[in-house]
């Protein structure tokens, strides 16, 4: 989806201001690495409209750029918007990134001139006349129509190459004539000369969004070189401030949450509505500044991460909620479906194709450091202490986990503990909720003005050795609102519900809307397709980290070949009482 | 959808035993009239497995016939199944009436030979090879494939022609293994011989379904006639119970329940499933026994009545609910939808057809009917007052109502009480409901075992004078979960929600299964098409009561060009209360 039409739905909900983040590709893998969990972090939390990936100056970087882009397009949930240079590109290396990025499912650039590479005086330009960035823009859009939606640099106080600032808006009207969607400004300290180039790009009719470009204060070094680089005006005060202070680290990037602060909010009451930060690859200095200003549009559409390739995605499985990069790899060449929905094995369409692409597993450094959360298991009681621990967050990572599970998502604590304790290993699991508010904290999603209201059915999915199966089932099966599915990795099935059943985990109704539900447990996706991932994690990712043969793969090797995997439903949402269930099951197994 | 099929399906949901109704053709159009009524009530109360219409001997009723079939398939929402018989037919009669029932969606056939009409010795075969029902079996089975449902019929005490039981039983296995799913019986009081009769035909390897017939005792001279014509057994004790009673009709039709009830219930205990009534086209009798039985299969699948053409109906606009006809009329054509859904005009394939058949409006006798149940009209007040009386039972009908109204279905009724009194006519609506078991008598519907829960967002259409308009609107407008849509017929639009608006109306959550919401508000559905179907009732269904330019006549017409109608939804099923928001409404009225 274009960043433009974002805008208009953000502004149509009342998800007002709107902000972006900045980051460059890293030059090492293990940085890449890093970059994504980050990125995945500020995403999730911070749900900004889009975000976006420099293009290296000179095209060294480019493919790197055109990687990180893809990946973050494709799993981090974000929109992603491209930086694409004329600098150093030949016709050819222009037309394959731009059908690249098409191919990759980016649906945004940023256009740019972009300098010369260091060492050059002028850069050469690639031919067909593309000179300037309107000239970028106009090829653009005369080989992909809307496909791409277009953003051009402003710069508030004018292009260092530019002789006067009028000239430099005229510049700007004409990448924007041009068919550039939007505008976004170089970084600037001084909020006057922003709203003084605001009011003169109206006067001129430039009608597009324009979205100011901030660089919180990070550190005194950096912040000192990237201003003179920039030619950057800096407000005396502000020199000022930061000699006074420029050896106390911390104080500085204070002082930088709260001079951004301050910018924001007076451009808010001037009326500007969104705002591009340059984070510089850190997180922390943005996401104070955003929660000082008290703007965080935190608001899910659905329980789980969209992908923002799939806006229209509408249901998932319960079962990848902690594996969402999987269910995308294993689902990547679905576009449509006959009846506008995901993931139900009644469509025809169903059918999981192969992951297109593994996202990377674990770096060396990563080995090492999960060796030491999941030790080197030699018993059963060691694999039931690894599942305790992750539940008490003694340690933040199980294999079945793709990322880190913030605290508040694994809930029944006491119930999921005392199962594992007695060596049934918990994975998926959600608490009943009968009708809470959509703007509840821990479980609400989708709209919240006007509030709609909010239903899970109680679902917990677990490993069990085998000789507690059938104790388990006679056990479940006293209650006749609840629904299991049990199998092992040779295929074995244990059910009381028919094929083809599918149920509604999640839901939620909202005003003005049909109901909507989200998560569902599809009986025939569980038996086929989840149960042996899930299976295959003891092996393969877990088991991946040790020697074959050695005493802890050989453990998890015969869990892998002996054990059930359980999915349990408690259909009963009003009056059903899982916990309940449980612990006669537990009673009944000790 | 077969009669074989229907049963499995029963037999699946637990829902036994079944039964099913026969009806005979009525000789005048009045008569045709009034059995659709009871056929309509008698499906909508007590749910058939399936019905059946006779065949004229000789063909001379055949038209009506498929008539009377063709309407009941269509808006019953009873599975048919017609009578086909051999006498009289030529070739062609035959393919035609197939070809017809096919046309028409009908299917399922009773295969008969038929008797010879009155006056000839034996009947003229049709040709083709054609002289018993087994070869009738043959030929629909060689034509159609699967595409009929075909059923024959059994004897339990031999056919009359036939020389022997033995000889009769074999004649009714080559029916069967001619390609019949299920044996009718034809009615008999000995319910030993019965059951002999399906112990000899399972024996001989008949295995389909055998459904006894049942023909209750309506009155003594019936009764006698058709014993006697059809050389029925009767043991001796019913003989006598009858010849001390005969004087007295209602004696005879108590004891003809009783027995009813007697055979049934002994057939039960003997493992038999299914129950034929010969209805003779009477309603009290059967429907009694039923109830004395205790077996009335009352679960609805869906709040509305499900039609037999369209088994996989999943939702309709509320706007119909009273007038489910026209609305089957108007989407007669449709038949496969990309998303599985009805009624919603995001769907590509949606727009109303028109009306492929004007059912009858109204006959002679009951234009005088109305008449007097409505009055001519020469004031405003007198309208009120219609609306009024049938909200509170004292007439049974309003021209917006194809149906007559179970009482239970008008509720919150002194809401609509003072509403109408106030001038705000109301059409349809429904009360809130938060979560009631599936169970629930008053709104319940879908499984029942376990138990699912029923929700509903109050809903109420109105319409209203011209000059009131504006003040609801401010009132209704303080309600930040109501939402509201009014147009007059010159297509006006006052509304607060955006175009493509559907919102859920009645929604069910049934273990195993995901969300159903069989009943939706569609914002553009009420704007284009039921507010016009609405205003022109005033005028084309009323208003045709009256000459054209009288009093009453111009009264109609008025309304129907000057008011407004208005569709209202409390989107808070939980926590609002639309009667407070209409006493306020009705508050700044007066």
Known sequence: MRV??????????????????????????????????????????????????????????????????????????????MHLTLTNMSLEDLDSALEKAKELGINNILALRGDPPSGQERWVPPGAGLEYASDLVRYIKQKYGDYFGVAVAGYAEGHIDCETRDQDIRNLKTKVDAGADLVITQFFYDVDTFLDFVDRCREIGITCPIIPGIMPIQNYQGFHK?????????????????????????????????????????????????????????????????????????????????????????????????????????????DDYPNGRWGDSRSPAFGFSYPMERYP????????????????????????????????????????????????????????????????????????????????????????????????RAYIEFFSPQ?????????????????????????????????????????GVFPNRE????????????????????FNVWLNEWGSLYEKDSESYNLLKSIHDTYYLFMVVENDYIKGDIEKVFERVLERLS
């Not at 911390?250 to 930060?277: C, N, Q, R, W």
């Not at 899910?300 to 998932?316: H, L, M, S």
């Not at 609102?481 to 509604?504: C, R």
């Open 226 to 334: 990237m201003t003179t680089f920039c030619q950057t005006k800096v407000p005396q005060e502000i020199l000022d401030k930061l000699e006074e202070i420029k050896d106390d680290e911390d104080a500085v990037k204070d002082y930088g949450v709260e001079l951004g602060t301050k910018m924001v909010k007076k451009m808010i009451d001037h009326g500007i509505e969104g705002f591009h930060f340059y984070t510089l690859n850190l997180e922390r200095t943005v996401r104070r500044t955003l929660e000082n200003l008290n703007i965080i549009q935190k608001e899910r559409d659905t329980p789980w991460r969209k992908v923002a390739t799939r806006q229209t995605e509408g249901v998932r499985p319960i079962f990848w909620n902690y594996r969402p990069k999987s269910y995308i790899d294993r689902t990547y060449s679905w």
């Open 467 to 507: 000789n507690k199966v059938e104790d388990i089932i006679e056990e479940l099966s006293k209650n006749p609102t609840i629904s299991y599915v049990a199998t092992d990795i040779q295929g074995s099935l244990k059910t009381n519900i028919p094929e083809g059943t599918t149920i509604a985990a999640t839901w």
């Open 361 to 456: 597993l674990y770096t060396l450094k990563q080995q090492e450091s999960l060796i030491k959360k999941w030790g080197t298991p030699t018993s059963i009681e060691d694999i039931e202490e690894v599942f305790v621990k992750f539940l008490k967050h003694e340690i933040d990572r199980l294999p079945w986990y793709e990322e880190i599970v913030d605290k508040e998502t694994l809930i029944i604590q006491n119930l999921l503990q005392n199962m594992n304790r007695k060596g049934l290993l918990t994975l998926n699991s959600q608490p009943q909720v009968n009708g809470l508010p959509s703007s509840n904290p821990g479980v609400g999603w989708g709209p919240t003005k006007p509030e709609g209201y909010i239903y899970q």
């Open 515 to 534: 109901v909507v539900q989200p998560t569902i447990v599809d009986r025939d996706v569980f038996y086929n397709w989840w149960s042996k991932e899930a």
């Open 4 to 81: 433009i039409d974002h805008i208009q739905e953000r502004k149509r909900q009342g998800k007002v201001p709107y902000y972006s983040f900045e980051y460059f590709p890293p030059k090492t893998e293990e940085g890449k690495v890093n970059l994504k969990d980050r990125v995945e972090r500020m995403v999730g939390d911070l749900d900004p409209l889009f975000i976006d990936v420099t293009w290296g100056a000179g095209g060294s970087t480019s493919e790197a750029s055109l990687q990180v882009s893809h990946w973050l397009q494709t799993y981090s949930g974000a929109e992603v918007m």
